[in-house]
């Protein structure tokens, strides 16, 4: 093992790498190349190697391009792989024309990232922030990048987007709903405008819980921006890198940054998209003030089950004539019964206005439309969102109305009030699907989510 390979594997003195924890993965599939398949392997019996790896040891996780060689020697044939680092340290040994290159490849993954948010439809924004930390990751050799947003009083903050290194371990289930109050050394510098730690292990005792959650994920080096939304902080992007410690670069620090930028600016007119909806509907309903009156819940102040079931029909034929998908969510708050027995009919009725907010505020598309069906029971009608974004869809508002903490003491979800969402989409083919039809199979999937375990969605 040579010293290059050892330095850029983050070994020291005290730190050395352990041969038997070297492993490869496929850096698309992040399946671990196992037997016949490792380049050793390959090397040994004969092959000629030259092939892209996630090669990970006890320290560090890099992109990096294998090749094989064999050098014969009078004792015998020797195999040798030449691993070459997908990176270039610009602060370095690296030539101005090459750190000029990579700057100029970076403005072209921000060209890139910038013209697919801002084409992409409000459905398609989970997926395309998705891609894009992917491509941030992959662009920077790290092992984690991810997503948090916070909730509208900052009271929590929760991981709504992640992206791993193939053999790295993905965290964002953990991290939902985390009180920002027990990590207030990572928000005093986020709400700063960046958090940098090159080496975990130097984090002061004052940060003691910080570093407890950066040990139990595995994290050595870890970077933070924040990201602003209408002159207020909306969360932070971040990223890791795991196994050894490292010195984040001025580049590594800017790039971040202008990643979070263009999040930002896309967040801002989503924002504003839902403003100019919500100006919309008012002017609708000024016109139409009496038709409101009849068809809107007295409680919540949003659609009831006449208007619902107007949409719906309305909806369904505009699907069929467009061929554009057509989706519908059923919503049941869990154990309601029992919530208004112990706190109250009247928090019971504060506990819905909150929840109906919720859902209009998580519907973003124009047509998009939240509904009370009655009692405890709530509907979305969702034009335009397929098989794949409704789920994305279901699983934000799961979280929104989590994020609204209220007490349940007898919920199973950490002691919080929550909900189960059954979900449909129609067949815009079959012009035998009735309306009825498509509320009879979300009321089916409501009842497997409430089987489920509640605070889930199933189809």
Same mark, same amino acid.
């Given at each position: 093992?040579?010293?290059?390979?050892?330095?850029?594997?983050? @070994?020291?003195?005290?730190r050395d790498i352990n041969v038997d924890e070297i492993t490869f993965f496929d850096p698309v599939s992040k399946v671990e190349l196992l037997k016949a398949e490792s380049p050793f392997e390959l090397a040994e019996h004969g092959e000629q190697v030259n092939l892209w790896v996630r090669l990970q040891t006890n320290l560090r996780t890099i992109h990096c391009l294998v090749e094989s060689k064999v050098v014969s020697?009078?004792? !015998?044939?020797? =195999?040798?792989?030449?691993?070459?680092?997908?990176?270039?340290?610009?602060? #370095?040994? @690296?030539?101005?024309?090459? @750190?000029?290159?990579?700057?100029?490849?970076?403005?072209? %993954?921000?060209?890139?990232f910038s013209s697919k948010l801002i084409n992409a439809g409000i459905h398609e924004l989970d997926a395309i922030i998705d891609q894009s930390l992917a491509a941030f990751g992959e662009f920077c050799d790290v092992d984690r990048c991810y997503l948090f947003e916070f909730s509208d009083d900052g009271d929590l903050m929760s991981n709504t987007h992640e992206w791993v290194a193939a053999g790295v371990t993905p965290y964002i289930d953990d991290l939902q709903d985390m009180p920002t109050n027990e990590m207030p050394y990572l928000i005093e510098h986020v709400t700063n405008g960046i958090f940098k730690v090159d080496d975990v292990a130097t984090i002061p005792d004052t940060a003691s819980k910080e570093r407890a959650e950066f040990e139990r994920e595995r994290i050595c080096s870890i970077l933070c921006v924040r990201i602003m939304v209408n002159s207020k902080i909306y969360g932070f992007i971040g990223c890791d890198i795991i196994g050894g410690p490292y010195e984040w670069k001025p580049h590594d620090i800017e790039y971040l940054?202008? =990643? !979070?930028? &263009?999040?930002?600016? #896309?967040?801002q007119n989503l924002h504003n998209q839902k403003a100019l909806q919500k100006v919309q509907i008012e002017l609708v309903e000024a016109n139409k003030q009496l038709e409101r009156l009849a068809n809107i819940d007295g409680l919540t102040g949003i659609g009831n089950r006449r208007f619902f079931d107007n949409a719906l029909e309305c909806e369904l034929v505009e699907s069929r004539n467009s061929q554009r998908p057509l989706s519908l969510l059923l919503i049941d708050v869990d154990s309601f019964k029992a919530f208004n027995d112990t706190y109250g009919h009247v928090a019971g009725d504060n506990a819905l206005e909150k929840i109906a907010e919720t859902l209009t505020?998580? /519907?973003?598309?124009?047509?998009?439309?939240?509904v009370r069906y009655g009692g405890e029971e709530f509907a979305v009608i969702l034009p335009g969102a397929s098989e794949k974004s409704v789920m994305? &869809?279901?699983e934000q508002i799961l979280r929104n109305v989590r994020k609204l903490g209220i007490p349940h003491e007898h919920s199973?979800?950490?002691?919080?009030? #929550? &909900?189960? &969402? !059954? %979900?449909? /989409? *129609?067949?815009?083919?079959?012009?035998?699907?009735s309306a009825t039809d498509l509320v009879l199979k979300a009321?089916? @999937? %409501?009842?497997? *989510?409430?089987h489920a375990g509640k605070n889930c969605a199933k189809f």
């Open positions: 093992m040579s010293s290059g390979f050892k330095r850029n594997f983050g @070994a020291t003195d005290k020697t009078p004792p !015998g044939d020797w =195999v040798f792989l030449h691993i070459k680092i997908n990176f270039d340290d610009l602060s #370095t040994n @690296a030539s101005k024309d090459t @750190a000029i290159g990579k700057h100029i490849s970076f403005n072209q %993954l921000l060209t890139n940054k202008r =990643v !979070g930028e &263009i999040l930002g600016n #896309t967040l505020n998580s /519907c973003l598309g124009l047509n998009d439309l939240a994305r &869809i279901a199973h979800h950490n002691k919080l009030l #929550t &909900i189960s &969402i !059954g %979900l449909v /989409c *129609a067949d815009i083919d079959n012009q035998r699907e009321d089916e @999937a %409501l009842y497997r *989510a409430k």
